[in-house]
């Protein structure tokens, strides 16, 4: 009996107990289906982190203030006030940095906005001209925040298009419309291009206004939340990490670099930190996928053990009638192969069906990769061979007489 | 004048089973010879141990002691896949339950020895359909063997044992689970296939039915207690 026949005679075997073999491969469909899912999807979301981080700005380092340690007890990172005008300024002017191609003093707060009827609570920066280059924010009506504004301290924002829709409606353009930050009226004079992103990072809910403004007119701080450098080049950043460190250092009259009281962070970090925690995700879904897998394979050999038994005196009668050992365990292995091959099949379909149900949902990238359904592939049907094994051999090792007195 | 080689030569049989420690003889030093083109019913009352000798005569088990050669081959010395080839190529079997592939078709069960010989599959169609419609079943090729009849589908099987063309067709109790009047149609093919020059062998309890035979083994208790010609026959 040569392959193709076997393969024939095995698909119409399967056809007669059509329900039993649907559910036999019902674990190998969700398996499969779940794998390829979750791997498209992490893939999709690490694509969007990274792409997000970038469009933070190139060459980006930032330094923020760090807790220092009183005691024993540790502070949240961020939460102390060390940075300050002046330490930007150096970072500007020392002689002892080379790399640096500018620098941008930054304040950040949350506050209620408000116009006429409308009101939203969103982020306030305090920048400087520099900012818009080095965070590669661009300005799609009016003007950003010029020197001028920033020398006389004047109330004007530039405000990002979720905050324009928000409160003035999406498409309007608000420019010259005041609105109220806290206490204080502000004109708008500008507004910034969608740079995407969603949840408590959208790059779109901000508005800026003068950082002289912020630290003196509305939030009444001579500190800093942040400085953003942008190098010179990528290869410049190791150094510009370690000029500034050691300025700064100098600067706070720290001798011991282990108690920084600020931390610098390059752009590559934030973006490895984050691939890290998308990839440790999609591993371990993956892993959960690859058990509902195991238990599938469970559940064919299960299902196959229940068929050799149930088949016993059809093994006997094809044994008396001359089929060998070998064929014997073909026919089965073929079988439960067949059983797999075709869950893992449905199971591509469906799992793609749902990462592009996921991307559609929340308008993401739909990403499927060509070697994840190859694997899909061949891993199903290496189930059907593993876990069809051990019925097969049972079926095989039938005596012909016992099995045909079987009843 | 020599005398012609037998097709079954069975000398000093003997087969012990064990179970839980305890022996039972099922056959005790049987010996006989069959020739090419006899019809030989071996009768017995039921644990008589002619099940066990239809075993061993089809190649389905092994004696514990004694010689079985079939067609020139001595069976005992074989093992498990040289005996599946023997099944295959020497053997037509015929059973009580008549044992085709439940839901499949007539033809197809009728080709599956040829398929495990590796006749190719159109050939093997071709030669299944002669066979059935020498039984008589040229209508019935692609029913299922649940849709026809209990004779019928032991017509099937008969023309499933003749497909190898065979050296000896072996029929346990062929009639035992047909009515008595297709019985008497599926012997009337027996008796057509030895004129025709197949050697058969068939184990029966039915008196009436071994009266078609031309020559009768009787077995006791693991003996063999006479083997005369059939002069009603």
Known sequence: ?407 | MTKETPIISVKNLSKVYQTEGIETVALNNVSFEINKGEFVAIMGPSGSGKSTLMHILGALDKSTSGEYILGGTNIEKLDEDELSDIRNQKIGFIFQAFNLLPRTTTIKNVMLPMLYSGIKKEDAEKIATKFLILVGLENRLHHTSNQISGGQQQRVAIARSLVMNPDLLLADEPTGNIASAQAEEIMGIFTKLNKEGHTIVMITHEPDIAQHAKRIILIKDGHLVSDKKNNNC
């Not at chain 1, 193709?4 to 056809?15: C, M, P």
């Open chain 1, 1 to 407: 009996m040569n392959f193709t026949d076997q393969v024939t005679e095995s698909v119409s075997t399967l056809k007669l107990n059509k329900l039993r073999s649907g559910l036999a491969i019902l674990g190998i469909v969700i398996g499969i289906g779940s794998v390829i899912a979750l791997i498209s999807i992490g893939k999709s979301s690490q694509q969007s982190i990274q792409s997000s981080i970038q469009s933070l700005g190139s060459n980006l380092l930032t330094i923020s203030s760090s807790s220092q340690r009183n005691g024993v007890v540790r502070g949240a990172q961020g939460t102390s006030n060390t940075l300050t005008n002046a330490d930007a300024e150096a970072i500007k002017t020392s002689p002892k940095i080379t790399t640096v191609k500018n620098v941008s003093p930054e304040y950040s707060s949350r506050s209620q906005v408000i116009t006429g009827s409308q009101n939203t609570n969103t982020t306030i920066i305090g920048a400087v001209p520099v900012y818009a280059p080095v965070h590669n924010v661009v300005v799609e009506s009016g003007n950003f925040i010029s020197e001028s504004d920033e020398r006389s301290m004047t109330k004007v924002a530039v405000l990002g298009p979720t905050v324009v829709s928000n409160l003035f409606g999406a498409g309007s353009v608000p420019i010259g419309e005041k609105i109220r930050i806290g206490s204080q009226y502000f004109t708008v004079i500008g507004i910034t291009t969608s740079k995407g992103g969603s949840g408590p990072s959208n790059q779109d809910d901000r508005i800026y206004i003068p950082l002289s403004t912020a630290q003196k007119l509305l939030f009444g701080s001579k500190y800093l939340s942040s400085i953003a450098i942008e190098a010179k080049d990528a290869d410049s950043m190791n150094d510009a990490v370690n000029e500034i460190g050691y300025l700064l250092l100098e600067m706070h009259k720290i001798s011991d670099p282990t108690k920084a009281d600020f931390s610098i962070m390059s752009q590559a970090d934030i973006l490895s930190t984050a691939s890290s925690i998308t990839s440790t995700f999609t591993t371990l879904l993956s892993g959960v996928a690859a058990i509902s897998l195991l238990v599938g394979g469970i559940g064919i050999m299960n299902i196959m053990l229940v068929t050799v038994t149930e088949r016993t005196r059809e093994i006997g009668l094809r044994k008396a009638l001359g089929a060998k050992k070998k064929t014997i365990i073909t026919q089965f292995l073929v079988e439960s192969v067949i059983l797999t091959f075709t869950g893992g099949l449905i199971g591509i379909v469906l799992g793609v069906l749902l990462a592009y149900i996921y991307s559609k949902a929340t308008s993401s990238l739909f990403i499927v990769s060509g070697s994840s359904v190859l694997l899909a592939f061949a891993v199903s049907s290496v189930i059907g061979i593993i876990f069809g094994w051990y019925p097969a051999r049972r079926a095989s090792s039938l005596q012909p007489i016992e099995a045909l007195r079987y009843e």
